[in-house]
């Protein structure tokens, strides 16, 4: 019955969050008001569910997430490289994406920075991967999460662009289970957008 009911405390959120996703991309024209509503209920529901750990000082969340943060960007551009070495329309693809769903004013900036990748990285790594570890081990929750984080992006159509958010969610939900650090993990993200979107863009 425990089981049972960690199970559907598990489901019925990635119901939720993958609904009003999908409608989100649906709808590109109203996309951010939509993800930002679905994003702030999600993380509404990690902070009720009390699992967020933050086991770092203040000043070694900011060093290692600046530095992870980094590596991360230099590992995704990496994988941006071969992939288009792997496939010509790939840049077509993620110029297609980022036009469409990108952020391209002050506000959505605001609204990636100091909302989405928070809560983002609550839901995703400190609900729904903590969920999991309920019914597998942390590398294979670690696996599945990634999974399911990405998969909106290959049901939109941009199977490209949800291999590298699985690879950069694998490294996220790897660093939080090993540092045990959820602003850590926020730091890191915050980091890499930056790096992508406004100093070293590569796309």
Known sequence: MKLGNQFIRLLLPLIFVYAFIYYAY???DIFWYIYAFTMLTACAISLISNQIKDELPVWRTLLFGIGYGTVLYGIIRFLYWILNMVNDDFTKTTTKFISSFGPNNIWHYFLLLFILVICEEMFW???IQQKLKTFVSPIIAISISSALFCIFFAISGYFSISIVAFIMSIF?????EWKKSMPLVIVAHEVFIVLLFLIIPFF
Do not use: M, T, V
Not at 172 to 176: I, N, S, T
């Open 125 to 127: 790594r400190g609900y």
């Open 172 to 176: 996220l939900g790897a660093l939080y």
């Open 26 to 28: 649906e709808e590109s």
